[in-house]
């Protein structure tokens, strides 16, 4: 079975620095997809980014962006020039390229510092 | 993007009694659906995967009797939970995935369930 780990359970960074969140994953497929959310406090489910395995290079998506390794099976946001708007929980999530149910990691929550 | 709408968003209800969730797509077809469950602090954990026209799939330890699932057309499933007790107090949320949307999941509002 996947499973997704994430060690911190808490993050702080100040306005406008840089965070990194963590995540690492335990899989024995080749393809697969990874995921980070964010969930404000509405609890809404929003997409951050989204990487596929077999794309060596890293997303990007504005201000966020991930280092992956697969062989490492890691798999960390970079959230850079941080706002206030980002504090939330994150998630990062698995899922098996042919399997579209996703599993989760226990979550980080980041908090923003003004 | 794709919207999924969750229905309620809040709900009390007694014990003993059930209530009913739904989960729509409103501008795509959704082939699979999935249920969560999130516990207040805590990660979402897939309580079953929903296919329309056929009976779900449940995830170990999911009482499937306790949570009935249907997905009756490609835009609609629904997660009822019968005979409530407290412990069913919990927040649920579906997803659904569209085969066009590249994998990405889009997630519904959630559903804060409150037994008493």
């Known amino acids: 079975a996947q499973t997704v780990t994430q060690s911190q359970p808490e993050m702080s960074v100040q306005e406008a620095e840089t965070v990194t969140l963590s995540c690492t994953y335990d899989?024995?497929?080749?393809?697969?997809?990874l995921f980070w959310y964010k969930q404000p406090p509405s609890r809404q489910m929003i997409l951050v980014i989204r990487?596929?395995?077999?794309?060596?290079q890293n997303a990007t998506e504005n201000r966020f962006s991930v280092n992956f390794q697969k062989a490492a099976k890691s798999f960390s946001l970079k959230i850079s020039d941080s706002q206030l708007g980002d504090a939330a929980m994150y998630f990062c999530a698995y899922s098996a390229y042919n399997n579209n149910d996703m599993r989760f990691g226990a979550g980080t929550r980041l908090t923003v510092k003004p | 993007g794709a919207v999924v709408s969750q229905h309620p968003s809040r709900v009390i209800c007694k014990s003993g009694t059930s209530v009913k969730i739904e989960c729509r797509s409103l501008d795509f077809q959704a082939t699979t659906m999935f249920w969560y469950r999130q516990f207040p602090k805590k990660s979402l954990m897939l309580m079953a995967t929903?296919?329309?026209?056929?009976?779900?799939?449940?995830e170990q330890g999911v009482e499937k009797d306790k949570f009935l699932i249907n997905h009756a057309s490609l835009t609609l499933s629904t997660l009822t939970v019968t005979s409530a007790h407290p412990e069913d107090s919990s927040f649920y949320i579906c997803?659904?995935?569209?085969?066009?949307?590249?994998?990405?999941?889009?997630f519904g509002q959630g559903t804060r369930l409150t037994v008493v």
């Open positions: 990487q596929e395995a077999y794309k060596q």
């Open positions: 997803s659904a995935f569209w085969e066009g949307s590249n994998t990405e999941a889009f």
């Open positions: 929903s296919n329309e026209g056929s009976k779900a799939t449940y």
């Open positions: 899989t024995s497929e080749s393809d697969y997809y």
